[in-house]
């Protein structure tokens, strides 16, 4: 049984688990999961069909027709032209399958379009969120997807280096956004896992702000959240130094921080609840002066997108278990002054959690 088979098999267990018939994908990570096949998400609806007994099934413009029937020849394809429009293949497709046939659809990806295709011909009954279901489909990383997640984040590393040693004083946002992106790709990387978050200042208080002209000053903190993307995985990492110089202040803030990650590491370990990772963190945050300042959980999960399963969060209850791959990003946020966030990849093995992300979590300062 090959690689792709395995997780087929995987996929039709969870369906016998959850009282489901079939899983319908569009193209995107779990799509490429099961197939080994990459298909744009776009104007043109597309599914693969998987049954709870094996069999395969795919509704397909025309013009993958090549790529699709080399990769996936059991498969029954539906195919459909731009001058026809998908409606006839939907129509043979619940031919196939039967109306009958209770179908599990991806929520956080499924659109209105595909949605409707499928309403006019399976009741509403018969088409369920199985977001729930598929959670346990790529939460355990095989060999191959840790060895491209480890290149990623080796990548992602060199390229920081690289954007320090260029120096940080007197840049602006966007230009060391756009340095870094060109570091990535010179050290091998096929891609970003997202655009990076590069913020100085008062706007590192932001998690998730956008770069812009203001220029890093002395004494000014730089929160730096990328990562590049090797294969199908994703690095994301964040470090957080200082331009010169760290105010007594800002760096009790940092310490604090870079204890809760170091306390969230030492929660990973096999047999603990995913949610004690983030409580053991978070409880050195909340215990510091600077309690008021947290405003997010502790981590998610990371692979063939930025969040996925399991979430880092302490109403997490499952065990940790190994070929888990998550973050642990512990950040505190002060508005108009400072926000320290210092984020690690790690991977579950049996011996406990391994941290895949090797940059020093020390405060630093950068000319």
Known sequence: MDLFEKRQKRAQSLLNEFGLDAFAFLP?????????????????????????????AAVMPALERLKWSAAMPEAETFYWDDAD??????????DSLGTDTTIGVEGLRMRVMEYLALARHWPQSHLQNADAALTDLRMLKDPGEVQDLRR?????????????????????????????????????????SFDPIILTGG???????????????????????FGASYG????????????????????????????????????????????AVDRAATKVLAASPFADLILHKTGHGLGREIHEAPQIVHTNDRKLETGMVFTIEP???????????????????ETGAECLTSLSRD?????
């Open 85 to 94: 429009g998908p409606d006839a293949a939907f129509a043979r497709l619940a």
């Open 363 to 367: 405060l630093l300062t950068k000319a």
């Open 152 to 192: 990623a984040i080796e990548i992602s590393e060199h390229a920081l280096g690289d954007l320090y040693d260029g120096g940080i004083g007197g840049r602006s946002e966007r230009e060391l956004v756009a340095r870094l992106k060109a570091a990535m790709l010179a050290h091998g990387a096929t891609g970003f």
């Open 331 to 349: 950040g505190l946020y002060r508005q108009d002054d400072i926000g320290v966030r210092i984020e690690d990849n790690v991977v579950m093995t």
């Open 232 to 275: 199908d995985m994703h690095a994301d990492i964040t470090r957080t130094v200082f331009c010169d110089f760290a105010s007594d202040e800002h760096a009790a803030l940092y310490d604090t921080v870079r204890r809760a990650n170091e306390a969230g590491h030492a929660a990973s370990q096999i047999g603990n609840t995913v949610g």
């Open 203 to 225: 706007e590192a208080a932001n998690p998730h702000g956008d770069p812009s002209d203001r220029i890093v000053e002395p004494g000014k903190v730089l929160l730096t959240d």
């Open 28 to 56: 995107g990570p779990n799509f490429a999961y099961l197939t080994d096949v990459h298909l744009h998400l776009m104007e043109r609806p597309t599914l693969f069909i998987l049954t709870r007994d094996g069999g395969q």
